[in-house]
């Protein structure tokens, strides 16, 4: 089985800013893993995947994130954010091979201020 | 349009009437979830379905039923549905191979009185 820690529940920005959301997890198998982002009253969407190969893993609207395997973790940063980028982001992670169940963090409250 | 459609994306309802949230996905995807989102509480998944008539319980199954009898749709069942079955849900859809990314509903914000 597998567990995802987003160890900040909220993460307050001012525009421009650079940021960073924090996501640990833990598995006794390879993993797959993922960040999603939910923009108010909208469904989740994909923003970033690492699947195999290069750890540093570039997203959609200027987002990055690092897979590090010895520290268990799959951090996601923006150099500068807008305030568009206000939003529920979560981290996932599912198990390579077998069955296809994936396991979400808590979530991370991006809020960018003016 | 790739998509998964829920509806209703909103209902108030009163406990005990039944109700059903329906989802249907049209990308053939064999894997199918019901999540209920709470502030604090992030994503938990109620039910899961592998394929046609295979489903399972995720982690929040007391108080709901699904079922599969086709690939394409995945209905979520509140036989008696209480207060605290206020939340939001989501339904969302995969291939069940390989290392896929699951595409979501909009969402169905319920609330019961």
């Known amino acids: 089985a597998q567990s995802v820690t987003q160890l900040d529940s909220q993460v307050p920005v001012f525009e421009e800013a650079p940021v960073e959301l924090r996501c640990n997890y833990s598995s006794s198998v390879s993993v797959y893993l993922f960040w999603y982002v939910q923009y108010p009253n909208q469904g989740l969407q994909l923003l970033l995947k690492y699947l195999s190969g290069s750890t540093l893993v570039k997203g959609i609207n200027g987002f990055e994130a690092e897979f590090n395997k010895s520290q268990t973790s799959f951090h996601l940063r923006k150099p500068s954010v807008h305030i568009s980028d206000t939003a529920e982001y979560f981290c996932a992670v599912s198990a390579r091979g077998g069955s296809y169940i994936p396991t979400f963090g808590r979530g991370t409250s991006l809020i960018v201020h003016p | ?113």
């Open chain 2, 1 to 113: 349009e790739a998509q998964v459609t829920q509806n209703p994306r909103y209902l108030i309802t009163v406990t005990g009437k039944k109700l059903t949230v329906t989802c249907s996905q049209n990308m053939n995807h064999e894997y199918m979830s019901w999540y209920r989102q709470d502030p604090g509480l992030g994503l938990r998944q109620i039910y899961y379905s592998m394929n046609v008539e295979v489903t399972d319980k995720g982690d929040v199954p007391e108080g709901y039923k699904v079922s599969r009898k086709e690939k394409r749709n995945f209905p979520l069942i509140l036989e008696s549905p209480s207060p605290n079955q206020t939340s939001l849900y989501f339904c969302a859809s995969t291939y069940s191979s390989g290392a896929n990314v699951l595409t979501f509903g909009a969402g169905s914000r319920l609330t019961v009185l």
